[in-house]
């Protein structure tokens, strides 16, 4: 109980002294720019071909049966599309009980109480798909804001050379490999079938959900409206997202050794205590079976999971 109450004390004061999170706010306004700028004329008809061209591949037994017991299929849809892969909601299901299915069962045998060899069977079949599923969505990002400005400078050096922007986006997707490479050419893709280039553009944004492609969409929507010089704009855009992306890189380089040392140390207490396991297994399960020893375990992983957190959000910026 005086574990309980110090945390829900210092979760109280962690969520005093957050204030507003500047994710959500700048967020709130590229979303409001965006509903202002959207284009929704003919979208049920699209939309409707669209489905018909996207569901072509017949789903499996597996996949359908895979959408009704994961929680929120939809997002994890969305999650394995932005991955750029083949991946679908059934192998991902599957990936997800074979993981649990082998982890539960081996430490079963190894000796483990049934109850801690089903936990930990959850914890890896639930979190390893998660957490490769996010780096490796994390690794696309990265590979497509580094070529992004090389794309726009494409873009104005076509666009000055009196080609129409949505020429020049064919030719950016058919020039450019790579993650950017495959977002343009599905942009272009999409004009060819009837999509107009802003809801194109707005559906590759929604699906990527990065700030600089964005940025790119916004700029193209309001210069649609008010007139100017697109080029000179693009131009610029491209040299902001160059500025960015190199303060990005100088805060990663400031907070790595920060961030080893953090990884360091909360691994530490894990690793001994795996050791100690298959040192000597029957000294340990008495943290299992002792109810004081539960509690000071259960106590440890909730300081350590405050200290962690507190870590993150030490070495996390917004930019």
Same mark, same amino acid.
């Given at each position: /109980?005086?574990?309980?109450? &110090?945390?829900? $004390?210092?979760?109280l004061v962690l969520f005093a002294f957050a204030g507003p999170s500047t994710a959500r706010a700048s967020a709130r306004r590229l979303t409001a720019v965006r509903d202002r700028h959207a284009t929704v004329a003919n979208g049920?008809?699209?939309? +409707?071909? #669209?489905? @018909?061209?996207?569901n072509?591949?017949?789903?499996?037994?597996?996949?359908? *049966?895979?959408?009704?017991?994961?929680?929120?299929?939809?997002?994890?849809?969305?999650?394995?599309? /932005?991955t750029g892969k083949s991946w679908t909601v059934?192998?991902?299901g599957m990936v997800t009980l074979g993981l649990f299915v082998v982890i539960g069962v081996g430490l079963w045998l190894r000796g483990l109480p049934l109850l801690l060899a089903l936990l930990l069977g959850v914890f890896v079949g639930a979190g390893l798909p998660h957490y490769w599923v996010g780096k490796t969505i994390k690794a696309r990002i *990265?590979?497509?804001?580094?070529?992004?400005?090389? &794309?726009?400078?494409?873009?104005?050096?076509?666009? @000055?050379?009196? #080609?129409?922007?949505?020429?020049?986006? &064919? $030719?950016v997707g058919a020039e450019l490999d790579g993650p950017v490479g495959e977002?343009?050419?599905?942009? +272009?893709? %999409?004009?060819?079938?009837?999509?107009?280039?802003?809801?194109?553009?707005?559906?590759?944004?929604d699906r990527l959900g990065t700030p600089e492609f964005q940025f790119f969409v916004i700029t193209i929507a309001i210069q649609r409206e008010t007139g100017g010089n697109l080029a000179e704009t693009l131009a610029n855009l491209a040299d902001v997202?160059?500025?960015?992306?190199? /303060?990005?890189? %100088?805060?990663?380089?400031?907070?790595?050794?920060? %961030?080893?040392? *953090?990884?360091?140390?909360?691994?530490?207490?894990?690793?001994?205590?795996?050791?100690?396991?298959?040192?000597?297994?029957?000294?340990?399960?008495?943290?299992?079976?002792?109810?004081?020893?539960?509690? &000071?375990?259960?106590?440890g992983l909730v300081w350590m999971s405050i200290g962690g957190f507190i870590m993150a959000k030490m070495v996390d910026f917004e930019i």
């Open positions: /109980m005086v574990t309980l109450g &110090a945390f829900a $004390v210092l979760a049920g008809l699209m939309d +409707a071909q #669209l489905r @018909r061209i996207s072509r591949r017949q789903t499996t037994t597996f996949d359908r *049966a895979a959408t009704r017991l994961l929680p929120n299929p939809a997002e994890l849809q969305k999650r394995l599309a /932005m059934g192998q991902y *990265a590979k497509f804001n580094t070529k992004f400005p090389d &794309a726009i400078e494409l873009l104005v050096r076509g666009l @000055r050379s009196g #080609l129409p922007i949505t020429e020049t986006i &064919a $030719v977002e343009f050419r599905s942009v +272009a893709d %999409k004009m060819k079938i009837g999509r107009t280039m802003d809801v194109a553009l707005q559906e590759t944004a997202l160059r500025k960015r992306m190199q /303060m990005k890189l %100088k805060i990663r380089a400031m907070s790595s050794e920060s %961030k080893a040392s *953090a990884y360091i140390v909360g691994s530490l207490p894990f690793i001994v205590f795996g050791m100690i396991w298959f040192i000597n297994a029957s000294y340990m399960q008495n943290f299992f079976i002792d109810e004081r020893l539960m509690i &000071a375990g259960g106590g």
